[in-house]
């Protein structure tokens, strides 16, 4: 059993800024990638950010140059960290990882953080 539990969403102004976090736990032999994913109303889930194991990362245009991901292997946690948030940021942000139990690598998912920033 493989859960991914996230925290640090809430309300704040724009131009303001978050940190969210995302820890996995259970039977876990090795995570391939973490990643965070965005949802808002009306729209699919979009790729934010993502880093590997190597520690490569991956943006998505509109936050390149305001968001942070970061990972801690050690603890099995990334981290998002949010700058100069917009409006348009506001959605349900999902933690992503791929992770290998046993053979072959499987992503699995948090349960969503609220985002939401205001004019």
């Known amino acids: 059993q493989v859960q991914l539990v996230e925290s640090g969403g809430g309300l704040v102004q724009a131009g303001g800024s978050l940190r969210l976090s995302c820890a996995a736990s259970?039977?876990?032999?090795?995570?391939?990638?973490m990643g965070w994913y965005r949802q808002a109303p009306g729209n699919e889930r979009e790729l934010v950010a993502a880093?590997?194991?190597?520690?490569?990362?991956n943006y998505a245009d509109s936050v390149r140059g305001r968001f942070t991901i970061s990972r801690d292997n050690a603890k099995n946690t990334v981290y998002l960290q949010m700058n100069s948030l917009k409006p348009e940021d506001t959605a349900i942000y999902y933690c992503?990882?791929?992770?290998?139990?046993?053979?072959?690598?499987?992503?699995?998912w948090g349960q969503g953080t609220q985002v939401t920033i205001s004019s």
């Open positions: 259970g039977s876990i032999k090795r995570i391939i990638t």
């Open positions: 880093v590997a194991s190597d520690g490569k990362t």
């Open positions: 992503n990882a791929d992770i290998v139990q046993y053979y072959s690598p499987r992503p699995y």
